[in-house]
């Protein structure tokens, strides 16, 4: 049992070793990770909004995006 212990032990130490390099090291991973986080927060946070709202006629969704180019 205590075998079991130990390995889980170095296993998480381990882990938490290699978590500091790649924060150290590799800064863009962890920020294109956050920034896929935030993006798919502020995705779902739409799609939740657009639920609640009336439907859209399409003539009217394209006058607008015809407008924003």
Known sequence: MSNTTLDEAHIKELFKQAFVEVVQERK???YDLFAEVVEDA???RAIREGEDSPIAR???VLRVL????
């Open 28 to 30: 863009d991973l962890l």
């Open 42 to 44: 502020l995705l779902l």
């Open 58 to 60: 399409k003539e009217d």
């Open 66 to 69: 015809e407008g924003a180019s």
